[in-house]
């Protein structure tokens, strides 16, 4: 009975996590719904060196570390949809393994709290480089790109 459970709850963790990378996926690779301005990488980087106010400096400063910090992050999202194949695999053996099954998850669960704690710093970091002024904006920015992005990934949330 007990290793019937574990085996649900494992299935059901693989389902929400499949999903959420099913999701995340296609908000990234695929067309707005509703029409706005062309992004380009590395716009939102652009907008903030206007916006900021930084100096040639800051801006290579900033731009060094930049490319590192999303080297690093891709790298953890590749890890992470490696293991989660991972997970898909042993939850379909015929005679699925929960030792690895719950290895696997805790696994899952370490690199999606690295990542957070990755762009934590990053922010830290980036904060860190600033002025004070240059801080209150950036904070507003953070804010806002925050909020952005958790309405677009809302589909049916309504905009105020």
């Keep these: 009975m007990s290793k019937r459970i ?16 099913g999701t ?8 707005p ?10 716009q939102g980087f652009e907008q903030m060196k206007r916006e900021l106010s930084l100096s ?27 293991v989660r194949a991972e997970l898909a695999k ?6 699925p393994d929960t030792v690895s099954i719950n290895r696997i998850v805790d696994e899952i669960s370490g690199l999606q709290s690295s990542a957070q704690r ?3 710093d990053h922010l830290l970091s980036v904060k860190g ?11 507003t920015i953070v804010l806002q790109r925050f ?3 958790s309405d677009q990934q809302m589909p049916g949330r309504r905009q105020r």
Aim: proline share 7%; with cysteine.
């Design 56 to 82: 040639p400096e800051q801006i290579a400063l900033l731009q060094e570390y930049r490319t590192l910090f999303h080297a690093e992050l891709d790298s953890l999202s590749a890890r992470l949809a490696a």
């Design 33 to 42: 719904s509703v029409p706005c301005p062309p992004e380009t990488p590395g």
């Design 118 to 120: 990755k762009v934590i």
């Design 147 to 149: 909020a952005s992005a």
């Design 129 to 139: 480089m600033l002025t004070p002024a240059q801080q209150q904006k950036f904070y």
């Design 24 to 31: 995340m996926l296609y908000y990234r690779w695929s067309e």
């Design 6 to 21: 574990i085996v649900y709850a494992a299935l059901i963790l693989t389902v929400v996590n499949v999903a959420a990378l």
């Design 90 to 95: 042993e939850l379909w053996q015929d005679e």
